[in-house]
């Protein structure tokens, strides 16, 4: 059973570039939730997909967008990047209905840093 | 979902039993108690996760007490590779679009 990855590992862009992220659920699991952590912080839910709808957002404005592929896959596209953007993004893919517990499964996360 | 505290950072040694207690007074009844450790330049990985009294398994123990006001992640023995962030997360078990609140978790340091 294979986890859930993210590419790239690293990322420097430039203030309004845009950047797109990519995931690959784990093995079983068709929701994806993405989450930035900026140095220091706990994770914040950015927003959620299943079935290649999204369902559930955080506060985050709508320059952060998303995308689910019918394999599960998923993007996180960011345009017009600020220098606050500097961050981990983690992805998490779930099964639905397993909520707060150990069904989700996170990727160790793309570090993008805007310069 | 309710609001957790907890400390911002613990030390410990090798092989001491490590306890992080987390607060969570506004917990409602459908709440579960879940805590995550990360390690730098990873993913939250999934610890435990209680809804009263005491829990256990092979890495942790979780203690509630009756009031669910706050809860204890217990480390036997800690060793250098347990040094990492740990959070405390209050929510239901099927949270409205599944998502995960993390508040600044506790940084633990485990020494030799």
């Known amino acids: ?115 | 979902l309710a609001k957790t505290t907890q400390p911002i950072s613990m030390d410990s040694y090798e092989g001491q039993e490590v306890n992080i207690t987390c607060s969570h007074n506004n917990i409602a009844t459908n709440d579960y108690i879940t805590w995550y450790q990360q390690f730098p330049s990873q993913g939250p990985r999934f610890i435990i996760q209680g809804y009263k009294t005491k829990v256990t398994n092979e890495v942790a123990s979780l203690f509630i007490p009756a009031d669910r006001k706050s809860s204890t992640l217990s480390l036997p023995r800690v060793s250098l590779s347990d040094t990492a962030v740990y959070y405390c997360l209050v929510g239901p078990y099927k949270a409205a679009g599944n998502k995960l609140t993390f508040g600044g978790g506790t940084r633990v340091l485990v020494k030799p």
């Open chain 1, 1 to 115: 059973e294979t986890g859930v990855t993210q590419s790239p590992t690293h990322l420097i862009k430039t203030r309004g570039q845009q950047v797109t992220l990519r995931c690959s659920s784990q093995s079983g699991h068709n929701t994806v939730s993405w989450y930035q952590q900026a140095l220091g912080q706990g994770p914040q839910f950015i927003f959620q997909y299943y079935r290649e709808e999204e369902n559930g957002r955080g506060n985050f404005p709508p320059r952060f967008s998303g995308l689910q592929f019918p394999n599960y896959s998923s993007e996180l596209n960011v345009n017009a990047l600020e220098l606050d953007d500097s961050a981990l993004y983690l992805c998490a893919s779930s099964v639905p209905g397993q909520g707060t517990n150990y069904g989700y499964t996170f990727g160790s996360g793309t570090r993008l840093t805007v310069v």
